[in-house]
């Protein structure tokens, strides 16, 4: 008996021990600052993604350093680091990660919040968000996986355009920085040779804010609060004066509208399709002697995003889709092979592993989470930080990660909504699934064409990790067919087909300009 | 083991405080095992839910129908000394949903131990007053799945309560009123990311710890228990499930249950006894509007008994 209260006072001692303390330090609050291995000084020559040129919308000449705007400009930073607060210090911390990787993980949050179905009418029906009227419930946007990667996809390329603007105009004025200038303004970020005009910080915020609005029109205010500690952050820093600011906000918002024109006419605002389409998505593949797809949410809800197959992509035409990557057809319904397929689900429904269901949940990117492509946007900042890239180069690689994510989307919802297949669980009700069930039809697996084309990009960005990436890409596959929600035929043509999405990133990567 | 000490039963109260019934098994009771007796024993139960309250607001949810969950679960006392006990508890944990794709979950779930210490017994007016200090400690057992909610089988934290707890009587005629802390730990998921009103990016959880009040009055002699509970489990922080989503390990979860519980032995004195119980939630906070019940069967080993017969034969 005295063991046993030995024991378990040891136990307890432990536990309390243990208890004291249940603050989490997150993996995003522990990145340094951004301090890059190179300046891409030259970046402003990089091939933008819509802009005809980096001068396209021309940025003013700056005041010179010796002028009294300009001192009074230095005067203000001066002025802010006398009495620099802690929350101050922690903002100059946080921002100083790096504008694309901040900003990218605000919208990922953004994603997360948005991503959760609208609750039903009580006739049984489902509203739809409005961006017209973005506050009334169901809030908008719903960003399910397809709206999640266009918006990835829009605001990393809008940055990165930006960014090449901002960094041609930079070597062009060559505007020393703050800290060079005047030994009074201390260095709080990492010290670099690149010109402070226009910050590129604020071209950043400059561009994100008006896609956002755009985007997540509901979350304005939050949004804006962060734009204000962003470039707030660059003055208290002693980074940029606040003309350098005020020329890359500037900048950022007018190279946007490129982007929300694109955004309002790339055929996404029409992806929710009709009533009448749906019904006839269902008894056009009926008619072929196909199962149709039928949804299995209670009341049955319609179909995610069935003309998003349609939108605009970045990387390749609607042709080449066609011809070049879209999947071949999936087995029939009918055939022996896909009895089997169903067979192996049931198989994987039926055993529980506990390794199993940690990749199933490791990748499940759900209901209320940033989606697949978020994870991937998530896995790639991870690494990133680690490269030190440039602020300009982490646009750059957000920017093929994302439009490859994006077209990923478009090639496998075009395949899904071509044959209209049955979930496993549909084909055969004795099939439980291990993970939340998405409301679309089957073939191909989304987060494989994700993952083959995220892997396939990242994998020309970090060679040394290729493989790695690979076999992430692999396992999220899978995890489809262990969570019961995918047979093998849509895992294994989603993962082909994202990856031929990928190489066309690459080979738009090698042309760029940024990787010689 | 004449006296009301040695009543040969731990009558157990379910809190039933999440979406499936939790089995932080508390020993919540005032009855004290005498020192060298051991009674264990092993109990059934079955809770379900069809309406759950998301946030504060309640509904139904076609894609779940009724969920319900299944217990088995193995207990003990054995008296130390006629003042110090010490508890287990462990159960076996079956959930299931009747509609929608998701697959049902099962699994030894966590180990409860408790050590309970009688510091006060007199005699007040006309009954008898004691007061009661319980410390417990509780873990998982397996790996199991914790966040798929409202199907896995537990929340997979490490918990620590201590509980303070007065009892008087009145010939067969009792009232017992406690109060619990318990402190959580934080829980790792399979995920590396998670949303609750925020975006994190950890795969640790953090949990708010809870306290649980309870009130049981009723008849109790060395034969026959008939109690009415009342137990209110409230969360210390957490957060609503938005509209239309899923529940998350770290929700706010409160619950008020009323229930009444019996137990009979067969015999005066005898080895076995047998219990059962019923409760509902009356009020709640993302956790299902539960209904519970619970059936059981307990033997009394009295290790004294045992020197005894081994000291005749020699």
């Given at each position: 008996m005295k063991k046993l209260f030995f024991i378990l006072s040891i136990l307890l001692a432990i536990f309390l021990l243990q208890a004291c303390n249940k603050s989490i330090v997150e993996r995003n609050m522990e990145f340094a600052a951004l301090n890059p291995l190179k300046t891409d000084v030259n970046a402003g020559e990089w091939k933008p993604v819509l802009l005809t040129g980096p001068t396209e919308f021309p940025v003013p000449v700056p005041a010179a350093t010796n002028t009294p705007a300009y001192v009074s400009e230095i005067n203000e930073i001066k002025g802010w680091q006398r009495n620099l607060n802690q929350t101050q210090k922690n903002t100059i911390a946080y921002w100083s990660a790096g504008a694309i990787l901040r900003w990218n993980e605000i919208l990922r949050e953004l994603v997360a919040k948005h991503n959760i179905p609208p609750y039903q009418n009580p006739d049984g029906t489902y509203p739809f968000p409005s961006a017209a009227n973005p506050f009334a419930y169901p809030i908008f946007p719903f960003s399910n996986p397809p709206y999640a990667a266009r918006a990835y996809a829009y605001v990393a390329a809008a940055q990165y355009d930006a960014l090449i603007a901002s960094f041609y105009y930079k070597k062009l004025y060559n505007r020393k920085a703050p800290y060079k200038i005047d030994n009074g303004v201390q260095p709080l970020v990492p010290q670099n040779?690149?010109?402070?005009?226009?910050?590129e910080d604020a071209a950043v915020v400059g561009v994100t804010v008006e896609l956002l609005k755009l985007?997540?029109?509901?979350d304005l205010d939050y949004i804006q609060q962060k734009a204000d500690e962003h470039k707030l952050y660059r003055i208290l820093a002693g980074a940029n004066v606040r003309s350098d600011v005020e020329a890359g906000e500037a900048l950022g918002r007018t190279v946007a509208q490129k982007f929300t024109a694109r955004a309002r006419t790339d055929r996404a605002g029409a992806a929710i399709g009709t009533a009448t389409l749906w019904a006839q998505m269902e008894s056009q593949t009926a008619a072929t002697g196909e199962m149709p797809w039928i949804s299995q949410d209670l009341p049955k809800r319609p179909p995610m995003l069935p003309l998003f197959g349609k939108v605009k992509t970045f990387l390749f035409d609607s042709l080449t889709m066609v011809t070049d990557i879209s999947a071949h057809a999936p087995p029939s319904t009918n055939s022996l092979q896909f009895k089997k397929e169903a067979d192996e689900v049931l198989y994987y429904s039926k055993n529980y592993d506990r390794n199993r269901i940690e990749i199933v949940h490791f990748w499940a990117?759900?209901?209320?989470?940033?989606t697949p492509p978020g994870h991937w946007n998530a896995i790639a900042s991870e690494d990133f930080v680690k490269q030190r890239f440039s602020e300009v180069r982490w646009a750059r690689n957000m920017a093929l990660l994302n439009m490859s994510l994006m077209d990923a989307a478009t090639v496998c919802w075009s395949t899904k909504y071509k044959y209209f297949n049955p979930r496993p669980t549909q084909f055969n009700p004795d099939i439980k699934t291990w993970t939340g069930l998405p409301n679309f039809p089957s073939y191909t697996s989304g987060h494989s064409t994700f993952s083959g084309a995220a892997s396939t990009i990242l994998g020309y960005i970090i060679p040394a990790k290729a493989t790695a990436y690979n076999d992430m890409a692999k396992e999220a596959s899978l995890s489809r067919l262990y969570g019961a929600i995918h047979y093998r035929s849509d895992c294994d043509s989603g993962l082909v087909c994202g990856k031929k999405v990928g190489s066309y990133a690459i080979a738009r990567a090698v042309t760029d300009g940024a990787d010689f | 083991m004449k006296n009301i000490k040695s009543i040969r039963i731990i009558i157990i109260f379910c809190s039933v405080f999440s979406f499936y019934s939790s089995f932080a098994q508390t020993d919540i009771d005032a009855i004290m095992m005498n020192k060298k007796q051991f009674c264990a024993g092993v109990m059934y139960g079955s809770g379900s839910w069809k309406n759950y309250w998301e946030g504060t607001n309640k509904r139904d949810n076609a894609n779940l129908g009724t969920v319900s969950t299944k217990e088995y679960m193995l207990q003990g006392n054995y008296g130390v000394t006629n003042k110090l006990n010490v508890l287990f508890s462990l159960p076996y944990i079956n959930t299931k949903a009747t509609a929608g794709t998701m697959h049902s979950m099962k699994g030894l779930q966590d180990l409860s131990l408790f050590i309970k210490y009688m510091s006060l017994k007199k005699k007040i007016g006309s009954g008898t007053f004691s007061a009661f200090t319980i410390g417990g400690l509780s873990f998982p057992t397996t790996n199991y799945v914790a966040d798929y909610l409202p199907l896995s089988i537990g929340m997979h934290s490490t918990n620590l309560s201590f509980r303070g707890m007065l009892d008087y009587q009145i010939s067969n005629w009792f009232a017992t009123i406690s109060d619990t802390y318990i402190q959580r730990s934080n829980i790792k998921i399979d995920r590396t990311s998670y949303y609750t009103n925020e975006l994190h990016y950890s795969d640790e959880v953090y949990m708010p710890n809870a306290t649980s009040f309870n009130i049981r009055t009723g008849f109790r002699n060395n034969r026959v228990i008939a109690e009415a509970v009342f137990n209110k489990w409230t969360t210390q922080g957490g957060f609503d499930i938005s509209k239309n989503n899923m529940p998350f390990l770290s929700n706010r979860m409160n619950s008020s249950i009323i229930g009444f519980n019996g137990k009979y032995n067969?015999?005066?004195?005898?080895e076995f006894s047998f219990t059962g119980g019923f409760n509902s939630a009356i009020a709640g906070r993302n956790v299902g509007q539960t209904t519970h019940y619970n059936i059981g069967a307990f033997y009394l080993l009295d290790f004294n008994k045992k020197k005894k017969i081994i000291a005749s034969k020699s």
């Open positions: 040779d690149l010109g402070s005009y226009p910050s985007l997540f029109p509901a990117d759900g209901v209320n989470t940033y | 067969f015999k005066k004195d005898g």
